[in-house]
């Protein structure tokens, strides 16, 4: 491949490849109920994106203990995934005709997630879009949440693909911070956030369908 052509394509998981939204707030609303903490007002779009070892001892201010915090969020997590094969999960639309699509052009593409390996694993094969992703990266590959690009950054380097030649797709307010700060292009989906908040991206929509390769390798500066 020339290097023209060497664009990588890096999503979020969460809220742009699959509608889960419903199935985290559940989760937290379930630990909540089991362990006796108290959830404040708006918690849930504060840490929208966030590790979960930041938002339970900074948002939540349930613990600052190392293993308590650790313990919660193994438990939350496996209350998330008890919830997904309770209610079932699917793509969020326009998401499986443009994968198809980059599939096609030969851009290769990653997810970039602070969401647990086990969560995506487990959902990926729910969905059956395994095969589409050459890299994963996850809560447990970085040291740092989003707003640091570290996963974004690690995602790009497993692709062979430099920061400049990728193109991040994103909910979340704190991930499009993270892909601008590690020196990536990205594109909002209005599925968490409403479009108009998602103005400090590079480009916004309302599902990924309304994209196409051509005006991807243009936000690249890799149009013909």
Request: proline share 5%; charged share 25%.
């Amino acid at each position: 491949m020339s290097d023209k052509g060497l664009i990588g394509a890096i999503f979020d998981w969460d809220g742009v490849v699959i509608d889960s939204s419903a199935h985290h707030e559940e989760s937290w609303e379930r630990l909540a109920k089991e362990t006796g903490y108290q959830l404040p007002p708006g918690h849930f779009k504060k840490g929208f994106g966030m590790k979960n070892d930041f938002i339970i001892p900074n948002l939540l201010q349930w613990t600052t203990d190392p293993s308590e915090i650790e313990r919660l969020s193994l438990r939350k997590e496996t209350l998330y995934r008890e919830i997904v094969l309770e209610w079932g999960l699917k793509p969020l639309a326009g998401v499986v005709s443009w994968l198809n699509q980059l599939q096609e052009a030969g851009i290769p593409c990653a997810i970039g997630s602070s969401t647990h390996r086990l969560n995506i694993e487990t959902g990926l094969a729910s969905i059956g879009l395994r095969d589409r992703f050459k890299v994963i990266i996850t809560a447990e590959d970085v040291s740092h949440g989003k707003p640091d690009p570290e996963v974004f950054l690690k995602a790009a380097s497993r692709l062979g693909v430099p920061p400049e030649k990728s193109v991040v797709f994103e909910d979340a307010l704190v991930g499009i911070e993270a892909a601008h700060r590690g020196g990536m292009k990205v594109v909002a989906v209005a599925t968490t956030n409403p479009i108009e908040l998602l103005k400090d991206a590079d480009l916004a929509l309302r599902q990924l369908d309304e994209l196409s390769v051509d005006r991807l390798r243009k936000l690249v500066g890799d149009s013909p």
